[in-house]
């Protein structure tokens, strides 16, 4: 019974942190509450300009593959290689060879969030329908105006999945840019020492909770992204999401 | 006074060797010297990695075959585990803390939580994917539901199942650089203990990638062996 307690008052104490600011365990500065906004707002800013920056490389790269139809290896593989080396490692090695800095720590996300975007992106130009390009050619279309008026509208929920993915990854990382010198939310996680245990649970409920809120937020937009016409025909939606069920249109998460 | 030759040269090459890591350069003999300190590390890293993805097969593969039979709980067996695929692991790593303490423990509930998902879907898609006929053909040889689940429609879906797995082992590697966080040792920490050097954070990062890799190929094999027909093709 006491042990319940005491986690319960271990809690308590740790959102008390997220909602008053109170004196460092190292003294003189005030950690908690409003500080948190500074972290927080950092923290955004580093996910934001990795994950537009992560965009513009990896869209129009994945577009332009996915209307020649070719680099599917190169698609295919980003992905799973992207996949084995781990975070920590990525960071760990631009942080030794490039230093520490916003910039440097930006790059390393840029690199994290450019496999999902660029495997999704293909893989939803590939799906669009081949007669449909073919109908859209045989109208006169040029290639660009394929691109823009028939493939990209129609692989935005694919391209938006991607990006969803990237960005919740993103949002998570970013946690541990503290290690390369950006303050981020991670900040009261990592530097225990300065912020107390208070500190780093509650920095650990308001990180879980921002996750949670990024993935929600960028579950309707590509809800609201996906053109009308293709949610008529959602009964084969599935060929949207590689994972995704067959039949039944159901969130793969909230 | 001259010192001897064969003293001399092993002078000369540790003062080289120590330049190098003094410079901070990528230095193959001090990897070469040091690489026994990567040994526990990596053993913890490869026990962290199988205990995850085989406690999180278990309860994936059971939720799955429970969601089979009963449709409507697939819905919120998704958005559950759904939910602690996104939470952050470094978060859930000090959330669980109060509860659990820390160590290996706790590094292990958060891992195996993210494997949920990634194993269920797939458990599911390989499920649905079979194609209708067979299970009719099935049925028609006067198969119970039991026998069918076992020898018509799991067979048919390994190789969903097994991919699940693949991506399943191949994040973990990845989360479980992040386990020192929570007092579970790893190779993270071997990173993390020296951050800056970059010998160190190639070596610790190599290591990840090639148990990536390796486990992958290890999934692939036996994907082989459990499905013999698809080999004959």
Not at chain 1, 188 to 214: M, Q
Not at chain 2, 102 to 128: C, E, H, K, P, Q
């Amino acid at each position: 019974m006491t042990t319940t307690l005491a986690f319960l008052s271990e809690f308590a104490d740790g959102i008390e942190f997220i909602f008053s600011s109170r004196e460092s365990n190292t003294g003189g500065v005030q950690v908690g509450g409003s500080q948190l906004l500074d972290l927080l707002w950092e923290h955004l800013k580093l996910s934001g300009v990795a994950v537009v920056i992560s965009c513009l490389v990896a869209v129009p790269l994945a577009l332009w593959l996915g209307h020649i139809g070719r680099g599917e290896l190169l698609a295919t593989s980003v992905a799973n290689v992207g996949r084995a080396v781990p975070t920590l490692a990525v960071i760990a090695f631009f942080i030794a060879y490039l230093g520490v800095g916003f910039t440097n720590v930006a790059l390393a996300l840029v690199l994290l969030a450019i496999p999902p975007i660029l495997t999704n992106t293909y893989v939803a130009v590939r799906q669009v329908d081949r007669e449909v390009v073919d109908a859209a050619r045989g109208m006169g279309l040029s290639a660009v105006q394929v691109v823009r008026k028939v493939e990209l509208p129609m692989a935005l929920p694919g391209i938006f999945a991607g990006i969803r993915t990237s960005v919740v990854n993103v949002v998570a990382t970013a946690t541990i840019a503290p290690l390369g010198g950006v303050i981020t939310l991670g900040d009261p996680i990592i530097n225990s020492s300065v912020y107390g245990d208070a500190g780093r649970l509650g920095a650990s409920i308001v990180v879980a909770v921002l996750a949670v809120g990024t993935e929600l937020v960028f579950a309707g937009l590509q809800r609201a992204v996906t053109p009308r016409g293709l949610k008529l025909q959602s009964g084969d939606a599935p060929r949207r999401r590689p994972f995704a069920f067959p039949k039944r249109r159901i969130q793969t998460s909230p | 006074m001259p010192i001897p030759a064969p003293l001399a040269q092993v002078q000369i090459r540790r003062r080289d060797a120590d330049s190098c890591v003094a410079d901070n350069g990528f230095c193959p003999d001090w990897i070469v010297d040091n690489l026994d300190r990567y040994g526990t590390p990596f053993l913890q890293h490869v026990y962290l990695t199988v205990a995850a993805v085989a406690i999180g097969f278990a309860i994936a593969f059971g939720l799955a075959l429970l969601a089979h039979r009963r449709r409507w709980l697939v819905g919120p067996i998704t958005a559950a585990t759904g939910i602690l695929y996104t939470l952050p692991s470094l978060a859930v790593f000090f959330l669980l803390q109060p509860l659990t303490g820390r160590g290996t423990l706790t590094a292990l509930i958060a891992l195996v939580s993210y494997t949920l998902l990634i194993i269920f879907r797939n458990v599911m898609t390989g499920l649905d994917n079979v194609p209708t006929e067979t299970k009719d053909a099935g049925r028609g040889v006067g198969l119970t539901d039991r026998q069918l689940l076992w020898r018509v429609e799991l067979p048919l879906a390994v190789p969903e199942i097994l991919a699940g797995v693949r991506i399943a082992a191949t994040t973990t590697v990845g989360l479980a650089t992040l386990a020192f966080f929570a007092g579970a040792g790893g190779l993270g920490g071997q990173i993390f203990s020296d951050i800056n050097f970059k010998s160190n954070v190639v070596v610790g990062g190599g290591l990840c990638v090639a148990l990536a890799v390796a486990l992958d190929v290890i999934v692939l094999s036996a994907q082989r062996l459990l499905t013999p027909w698809q080999r004959a093709r």
